[in-house]
């Protein structure tokens, strides 16, 4: 019983494995060496940092239900909305500078943050219809 408790949770942190495990994959193929080597952020860095935000903001999504179950969509995009200005702070320095790495860097940070937004929806589609 308390393991369905945390199920969330733990769809939350496989797919961050997963995701991690398949980006980097695919990354090796693709971006140069001394590119990854150079970002501002580490993928890895930015996997832990997004999993720990989707965690809280699920582990809140939790409460909420618990407590006022009709306000659930609104304490969604509350949190994502919140989370997009925390990203918008460590986005900042990847926008400000200019070198050949840039965009790949940019679009590295995108692809992060567009699956762990999926993977809230997601999660948060589950709670809403009682299936956490």
């Known amino acids: ?7 969330s949770l733990f769809t939350v942190f496989i797919a961050a494995i997963i995701g991690l ?9 693709i971006i140069p060496k001394e590119f990854e080597d ?3 952020y580490s993928t890895l860095l ?4 997004f999993a ?17 179950e009709n306000s659930v969509g609104f304490a ?13 702070a460590f986005l900042r320095p990847i926008i400000h500078t200019q070198l ?8 590295n940070f995108f692809i992060v943050f ?7 929806t997601y999660v948060t589609i589950r709670i809403l219809n009682n299936k956490q």
């Open 1 to 7: 019983m308390i393991l369905k408790k945390y199920n």
């Open 21 to 29: 495990i398949a980006h980097k994959t695919i990354s090796h193929f």
């Open 38 to 40: 150079s970002f501002v």
């Open 46 to 49: 930015l996997y832990v940092l």
């Open 52 to 68: 720990l935000l989707s965690a809280v903001i699920i582990s809140l999504l939790i409460m909420v239900k618990n407590t006022a």
């Open 76 to 88: 969604f995009l509350a949190f994502t909305t919140l989370k997009m200005g925390i990203a918008y």
């Open 100 to 107: 050949p790495k840039t965009p790949t860097e940019k679009m």
């Open 114 to 120: 567009i699956y762990f937004l999926i993977i809230e």
